[in-house]
């Protein structure tokens, strides 16, 4: 629908700003031409596409536009774009559950790349949708997943508010029970202070290495904990203050985090000055894009009471990763950290973004579903999914009218969660896919913010 945003209209000491649909995009007007927006005058007015430059014009005239430190509220909830859309549909749920605070402007490296994107597009994106629908209570930019400092100083750079420094390439894997005496050099500082020792985390949690356990703990994390200090001390921490909410992410190894070894990271970030915002572990189980978790239930449910004992004890939040579509662990995770959690989505608004196109344009599903089928293989080279792809449906036995179906089906889901980026790059499908999403706009923003609603109504159960 074309015409001014309501709720985007601003009073100015010399004007007013807002934000308008010109049908096939939307635009700054801006009647104070004292902000720094850049545009073309129209009658007494500017109007200023959404480009890089006026986004920091944007964020230096309307602070609340500008993103902000959030993990030190309760509960807190990452909910990564990739198309740079669907944060109105976002700010919809976000205003259904006030007690959720955002973190709208989300990606790691390795979505950026695969969607040709920039830290500075993400944010612009955010900062004109937040505008756009009036959203001021604050939002959050996470630099995900974050793996070197360069990468820390891009984020910084951009003006983002968390850094989630990714330590797996400092996690050494392949340690066993067997291996790990001969593996191991001494470590006479981590010696004394953990060898043979028992803690009491509190709550009824108690932790102990003996040497076995010590050793292993030692080998594979005590060199992601020196990395997390040194980059926390050289890019976080300042004599005003941390520059940005940190999170320390051990969640890509290739075993899950006991809660021995977690207290071990806790207990040493701790003892290093490191201030960290949120910890997250890997957990038992599987934490799978965009399905349910996989996993014994009850198990789960005794290792995140540890872990949230030892981030309480620590002073930090529990941060859960890949937490797309885990209603079945979602109650638990909000009793067990009492309502002090962080929880990242990514992908599923892409997929209810691909649904809408399954609903509404079936042609171009089934273009879609095709190409992704074709890529498929590529694209599992940087997800773990345990996908089985003869599970999914074969397009020609199903009508136009069941197509949305499959999207309740998790190896359907899967395929296309993790083929987003070779679909976003075919410029024929990215097309056709970006107009269709415009034109449903609406429908787009109600199936976004429906399928998030269930998220945080889960999480606020427990
Ligand atoms: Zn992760």
Redesign the pocket.
Known sequence: MKGIYPDSVRETANGSVMMANLGDRDALIATDKTLGFAGKAVGDRLECELTHENAVALRAAFAFTAPVRVLTRERTLGVGDRLGIATPGHIRAFRAFPGVSPVFAQQSIRELTLTNRTFDDVLDAASFSVFREGFTEGFGADG??LKTPKEVDYALNCGYTMITL?CSEHIRSGVTDENCAALYEPEPELEKLYLDRTFEVGEGVRVSFDERAFRKTALVYADAVRFAARIYHEKIASPSGDRADFEM?I??TATPTTPAEHFFVASELDRLGVHAASV?PRFCGEFQKGIDYIGDLSQFEEELKAHAAIARRFGYKLSI??GSDKFSVFPLIGKETRGRFHV?TAGTNWLQAVLLIAERDPKLYREVHAFALKSFPEARKYYHVTTDLAKVPDLSDLSDAQLPKLFEQNDARQLIHITYGLILNEPRLRERLYAAWRRDADALDALVATHIERHMKALLEG
Do not use: I, L, W
């Open positions: 995900d997943h990714d992410s969640d890509e997250a990763h890949s990242k």
